[in-house]
């Protein structure tokens, strides 16, 4: 069946201007997550939604880094006047349910390539 | 907190001989354990995993990790490494109830022929 798919895989931007990442998760997956991949700072979380619940936004670095997760779906990563260490692969993750005291699996879409000028 | 420790960034090894790449938490609850591989421009790729169940754990494409509570480990093995093995491993943790994993920095095997 299909993945996690992400678009952009790559996007080059200039400094200062904002960007939109988009997840598409597994077809009736309620979680999602977003992760940020860098060389220094390697894989970090950053947001999680769980079905209606308000995200655990407790990961996001800054206020210009913001997600939104329509119809229970597909999620959106948006970053405002983007820097220059925002440079990094952002990695999407879905699973079928989180938080039931199962460990489930989470699966990774193949990530955006950001660069930022 | 949890965490996840790696040591040895880039780890070498001879085609055929074993894989060992090891893997230590810090969590103050029961954790849950795994082992993700990324092969390059991909994302990462669930290997195996540990749920309280089985202490030793067989996973994809002949990997298998041990957890050791007293040691806090789970390191991950293979027998013989394939060239195909050349990718990055990444060991993370969390725990019931909690929704996020905690990775470690990662170990990137280069195979030599």
């Known amino acids: 069946g299909a993945g996690v798919s992400q678009s952009p895989s790559n996007k080059v931007t200039e400094k200062g201007k904002d960007v939109e990442l988009r997840c598409d998760p597994i077809s009736g997956h309620t979680a999602l997550y977003w992760y940020r991949q860098s060389l220094g700072q390697g894989l970090e979380f950053l947001i999680y939604f769980q079905g209606n619940s308000a995200p655990d936004k ?11 997760r329509t119809g229970g779906s597909v999620s959106t990563l948006t970053i405002q006047r983007t820097q220059q260490e925002d440079s990094a692969v952002y990695l999407c993750a879905s699973s079928s349910v ?11 879409g193949p990530g955006t390539r950001l660069t930022v000028l | 907190a949890q965490s996840v420790t790696q040591l040895g960034s880039h780890v070498s090894v001879s085609e055929g001989a074993l894989v060992l790449l090891r893997c230590n938490y810090s969590s103050s609850v029961p954790p849950y354990l795994f082992w993700y591989v990324q092969y390059p421009n ?15 754990v ?6 298998e990790a041990e957890f050791k509570k007293s040691e806090t480990s789970f390191h991950l093995t293979k027998p013989s490494a394939h060239m195909s093995d050349a990718a990055e491993y990444f060991c993370a943790v969390t725990s019931y109830g909690n929704n996020r994993l905690a990775f470690g920095k990662g ?6 022929p």
């Open chain 2, 58 to 63: 067989k996973g994809i494409n002949g990997f």
């Open chain 1, 58 to 68: 407790s990961g996001l670095p800054s206020d210009r880094f913001s997600a939104e």
């Open chain 1, 98 to 108: 989180a938080g039931t005291g199962k460990a489930d699996t989470q699966y990774f």
């Open chain 2, 42 to 56: 991909q994302g990462l790729q669930l290997l195996l995993k540990y749920t309280s169940a089985a202490t030793l």
């Open chain 2, 107 to 112: 170990n990137q095997v280069v195979v030599i």
